[in-house]
């Protein structure tokens, strides 16, 4: 339901032409999520370094990360709050948790899972297949930006 412009003493913001009532704080939640999924896409990417991060805490951290890119527009919906940096942060944050922070683990674990006398083309597929689903998600984020 479209709200009525004939209140013109409350400000609107211009993007959506919803009521800006909110507080910073309700404004911001679902960014505030998002940063739990940018979080889990970090988990993905530290865990090629960081010997301590096990394979299954990040299968949990992508869990965790489908879970909350859900509850972000969920509650950016029923909190009627609504803008293009929450929009693309949120896109970012998907970049972040489901295409960069996996096809890093992926090669990671690939290539430990080789053996040290792996040919040059296993090593060299495994880098293609981790860098074409990196660039494949890469595509499809600028192209929901843009469109």
Same mark, same amino acid.
């Given at each position: 339901?479209?709200?009525?412009? &004939?209140?013109?003493?409350?400000?609107?913001?211009?993007?959506?032409?919803?009521?800006?009532?909110?507080?910073?704080?309700?404004?911001?939640?679902?960014?505030a999520?998002?940063?739990?999924?940018?979080?889990?896409?970090?988990?993905?990417?530290?865990?090629?370094?960081?010997?301590?991060?096990?394979?299954?805490?990040?299968?949990?951290?992508?869990?965790?990360?489908?879970?909350?890119d859900?509850?972000?527009?969920?509650? #950016? $919906?029923?909190? $009627?709050?609504?803008?293009?940096?929450?929009?693309?942060?949120?896109?970012?944050?998907?970049?972040?948790?489901?295409?960069?922070?996996?096809?890093?683990?992926?090669? $990671?674990?690939?290539?430990? #899972?080789?053996?040290?006398?792996?040919?040059? #083309?296993?090593?060299?597929?495994?880098?293609?297949?981790?860098? &074409?689903?990196?660039?494949?998600s890469?595509?499809?984020?600028? $192209?929901?930006?843009?469109?």
């Open positions: 339901r479209r709200m009525s412009d &004939s209140a013109p003493s409350i400000p609107r913001d211009d993007s959506s032409g919803m009521l800006m009532k909110r507080s910073v704080v309700v404004r911001n939640i679902p960014n999520i998002t940063l739990v999924t940018v979080f889990c896409g970090f988990v993905l990417m530290a865990s090629t370094s960081v010997p301590g991060i096990s394979p299954y805490m990040c299968v949990v951290a992508t869990f965790l990360g489908l879970c909350t859900v509850l972000d527009g969920t509650a #950016a $919906r029923v909190l $009627r709050v609504k803008s293009k940096f929450g929009a693309t942060f949120d896109q970012l944050a998907d970049l972040t948790c489901f295409g960069i922070g996996p096809a890093m683990f992926f090669t $990671r674990q690939r290539q430990v #899972a080789l053996s040290p006398d792996a040919s040059f #083309a296993s090593t060299f597929l495994t880098v293609v297949a981790g860098y &074409s689903y990196m660039a494949c890469t595509f499809r984020i600028a $192209r929901e930006l843009i469109v």
